[in-house]
């Protein structure tokens, strides 16, 4: 649900772009523009919906979720006729930024939601037991059985994005903001919008420049087509526009780990200027913090998401002021006292506003995600 594109600014791209510098170095002129999108990695939403079973198929919907650096932490096994068994696949962690799994655990909450939705849309209702064994064994387990009935937000899980660009200098309507205090903690007045954008952008420089977290989400990046397809989770950078600067040698692995090199001031540049454009905030507290707070804290936020996407507005989770990490503690304790009263935990903080249409974000099939297949 965070993300890095540490690219060049718009303008030098069109500068190179337009000179003939990195299309006359491909030697793909116009084909190799027309031919960057990663298909093989955006097939799983084309194909949710399409299982005979039910259980599949609500799970072909719910992988398509938000979560942490897109970590796609879910693993699934179906369970006799009836049942199916979510777990936190341990391999899929973010151990600097998030040490104890609490994003990771707000990311499997979001699946569980989009799965109860999407049943809920074939006709069945779903009953969900949490963590039955804790702590090794299942984050929860799934009854489905015939019944259900259509919540309307799921029409539209297959147009939900996070939507990671600069939003229009357009403010909610008071009317917008109420309907969505349903969901989350609408900040919409000026002083409360402006103090938290600079505690986003500061907390965001933190997580920048500490080197073992620039790292990590460095490690995650797929940068190109080819790298999209093959490992279609972390952060995914691609495009004709940024794979055109990977082959001119602007845009590399290596430069997103250097705070001196160009590629890496001018991401900075980019992503300052999409936090400052930012008319209203959306957060999620819960009373305590634990893991049930969690899964319900992302349960929370995936409604979120698709009740905005119905309202034809633009979400985009900012929670790296809640990371808990030792450079963070600051910026967190900032954050609590902005939006929490004593003793509640903020879970979530997005940017909320009109923002373009973006790609839908790269995901693993289902069947790369069953531990019964």
């Not at 993300?3 to 002129?29: C, D, E, N, P, Q």
């Not at 194909?47 to 198929?57: C, I, Q, S, V």
């Not at 030792?326 to 009263?341: D, F, G, I, N, T």
Request: charged share 20%; hydrophobic share 40%.
């Amino acid at each position: 649900m965070k993300g890095y594109l540490m690219s060049l600014s718009r303008r030098k791209t069109l500068t190179l772009i337009g000179g003939g510098t990195v299309l006359a170095a491909s030697a793909a002129g116009a084909g190799f523009m027309a031919t960057r999108t990663p298909y093989v990695a955006q097939a799983p939403w084309g194909a949710a919906g399409t299982y005979e079973d039910p259980r599949l198929n609500a799970l072909s919907f719910a992988l398509l979720a938000p979560n942490p650096h897109n970590l796609q932490p879910w693993q699934v096994a179906l369970e006799g006729d009836d049942g199916v068994a979510l777990f936190h696949d341990q391999t899929r962690r973010l151990p600097e930024t998030d040490p104890f799994d609490r994003q990771i655990t707000i990311g499997l909450g979001c699946f569980l939601e989009q799965m109860v939705l999407a049943a809920g849309a074939a006709g069945y209702q779903v009953t969900l037991e949490l963590y039955p064994e804790e702590p090794d064994g299942p984050v929860a387990r799934a009854r489905f059985a015939q019944g259900g009935s259509a919540d309307p937000l799921s029409a539209h899980i297959l147009d939900r994005r996070s939507c990671k660009a600069p939003f229009a200098d357009q403010p909610l309507t008071p009317a917008q903001a109420n309907e969505l205090e349903l969901y989350a903690d609408i900040y919409t007045d000026g002083g409360t919008v402006g103090a938290l954008k600079t505690l986003t952008w500061e907390a965001w420089q933190v997580e920048a420049h500490t080197p073992r977290t620039l790292r990590e989400s460095v490690d995650l990046m797929r940068f190109g087509k080819a790298e999209i397809n093959a490992s279609p989770d972390g952060i995914d950078l691609g495009g004709p526009v940024l794979e055109a600067l990977m082959l001119a040698g602007v845009l590399t692995r290596e430069g997103q780990l250097e705070p001196d090199s160009e590629g890496f001031k001018q991401g900075v540049a980019i992503y300052n200027e999409m936090l400052a454009a930012t008319p209203a905030y959306a957060a999620i507290v819960t009373q305590t913090n634990t893991r049930a707070d969690q899964i319900e804290a992302g349960r929370r936020w995936l409604r979120l998401n698709l009740k905005t996407t119905a309202m034809g507005l633009a979400l985009h989770p900012v929670s790296q002021c809640l990371q808990e990490f030792p450079e963070m503690e600051r910026h967190k304790q900032s954050a609590h006292r902005l939006l929490a009263q004593r003793g509640q935990t903020v879970q979530m903080l997005g940017r909320l506003g009109y923002g373009p249409d973006v790609a839908p974000t790269p995901r693993w099939p289902l069947e790369a995600k069953r531990l019964d297949a």
